[in-house]
């Protein structure tokens, strides 16, 4: 029954249209892909511990075609192999023709949230892992400034309390204010729009509001331990943060869940996706898909997370994983939650995209700099897009 639903919530997705059949030459038998004779696939993969585990399991998993697999962390073209791993913003410029993954997703026993899918390689890059921040709060901390596990749905509960969140001003933790799941993807804006427009003006309210309402410290310095006891309540991490010498962590102080919604909009931190692209010209597509069925599979999620790997999983499968780690299953499910990383870019000048926009331009630094001023939004928003159009067309 699940399968079913699977199935149809896939063709919904791709408009039923019946793009998700899988391609003419793709072979199964009771939901195995029939493996052509002599198969060999050449994998780039930069993890040589993580390469040697995946064939281990292959080797395991498919006696009859033993050593196949042949990873490589050298050439990571396509053009040069049958499978490439690679980084979701970087697929989108890959110019080797990749071969169709159509149909895969529901012979699969982990599916990837499919929020967390971009668009435009849907039929093409198949999604593994991310990387990206993640929302945490400290449990003890808490408790010791009123605070309830209820209270972390929405940023304004947290309001009036002592160092209620480490604000860090760099652009990844200024990114959750300022775009969100729902911006389109790969889309010239122009730069007449690009901050004069009401969204933006939205936006830059309820940065500045949250900044102001939670009364939080002018520190722009990278403080990796603002978790631990009696410090800050919460604030963003890296998801493959290691807690090794945490005394929080340790204590099972901490809590990892998806960022808090502010007035019931969704924050959302960013997570750069990771998986593979395999080539048009693969001789042997049925090994290929048979490769990225058994890395979603339950041994191929142990794999992973073995290598300190944070597989996207939907967070309804999370505890069907069967993790120990409590700390491991709240990332996964947070995870879920993030958005991807915006590729749209300046449509004058389209070697400049709109987060370099922000992080190259004066535009961060003037974000930071309203935090502190008087003037209305309008006239912050008016200073902002007198700037940045000077720098772009300086550029």
Not at 82 to 91: E, G, N, R, S
Not at 162 to 186: C, H, M, S, W
Not at 267 to 273: N, S, T
Not at 341 to 367: A, M, Q
Request: proline share 4%; net charge negative.
């Amino acid at each position: 029954m699940k399968k079913l639903l699977l199935c149809l919530l896939v063709l919904l997705m791709q408009g039923c249209s019946g793009a998700a059949s899988q391609p003419a030459d793709i072979h199964m038998k009771e939901e195995q892909y029939e493996i052509e004779q002599g198969a060999r696939l050449d994998i780039y993969l930069p993890d040589e511990g993580l390469s040697n585990a995946l064939e281990a399991l292959w080797n395991r998993t498919y006696p009859a075609y033993r050593n196949a697999l042949h990873f490589s962390q050298k050439d990571n073209s396509l053009q040069a192999h049958d499978l490439v791993w690679i980084k979701d913003t970087d697929a989108l410029d890959e110019a080797t023709s990749a071969y169709p993954l159509t149909g895969i997703v529901q012979h699969l026993e982990y599916p990837w949230p499919f929020k967390l899918a971009r668009t435009a390689r849907r039929d093409s890059f198949f999604p593994v892992s991310g990387k990206g921040l993640i929302f945490v709060y400290n449990t003890y901390t808490a408790r010791q400034r009123g605070l309830s596990e209820r209270d972390f749905d929405d940023f304004k509960n947290l309001a009036g309390k002592k160092d209620v969140y480490y604000q860090n001003r760099t652009l990844p933790y200024t990114i959750p204010f300022f775009f969100d799941r729902g911006d389109a993807e790969n889309t010239a804006v122009s730069m007449k729009t690009v901050v004069q427009n009401p969204e933006f003006k939205k936006r830059l309210h309820r940065y500045r509001s949250f900044h102001a309402r939670l009364d939080l410290h002018d520190d722009t310095l990278d403080d990796e331990a603002f978790y631990e006891d009696d410090r800050y309540v919460s604030g963003l991490v890296m998801n493959d943060t290691s807690f090794d010498s945490s005394k929080a962590y340790a204590d099972m102080h901490l809590q990892f869940a998806p960022m808090p919604s502010l007035e019931d909009e969704q924050l959302r931190p960013v997570l750069d996706v990771y998986g593979f692209m395999a080539n048009q010209s693969t001789r042997y597509p049925n090994a290929v898909f048979a490769f990225l069925q058994l890395v979603r599979s339950q041994a191929g999620m142990d794999v992973l997370l073995e290598n300190n790997l944070r597989p996207l999983v939907q967070r309804e499968d999370v505890e069907k994983l069967g993790i120990y780690d409590t700390y491991v299953k709240q990332i996964l499910c947070a995870m879920s939650e993030s958005q991807l990383r915006n590729t749209s870019y300046i449509k004058e000048k389209s070697s400049i995209s709109i987060l370099e926009l922000y992080e190259k331009s004066n535009l961060l630094s003037l974000l930071q700099n309203s935090l502190y001023t008087k003037e209305n939004d309008s006239h912050v928003q008016k200073v902002i897009h007198q700037d940045i159009t000077h720098w772009i067309l300086t550029q």
